[in-house]
């Protein structure tokens, strides 16, 4: 679960990681390797990116002090 900024740019940073290593692994995987060699990124990439949907969606939207309404 993601509690603040700081944490959804480390998320956003492994996400962007984890595509980069997919995009890596499928230039050098076999063809019958590949269902079960990349399942486990995907899965990992889809589970992050909904906690940065949830933290970007379930929040109140943030306003600077003195802000008009």
Known sequence: MI?????LV???????QLEQLL??????ARPE????????YRLEIERMQ??????????APKRAAGAAV
Do not use: H
């Open 3 to 7: 509690r603040n900024d700081q944490e």
């Open 10 to 16: 480390v998320a956003r940073k492994r996400v962007a």
């Open 23 to 28: 995009e890596s692994l499928q230039k050098t």
């Open 33 to 40: 390797e590949w269902p079960a060699m990349s399942s486990g």
């Open 50 to 59: 909904g906690e940065i949907l949830d933290y970007l969606v379930e929040g």
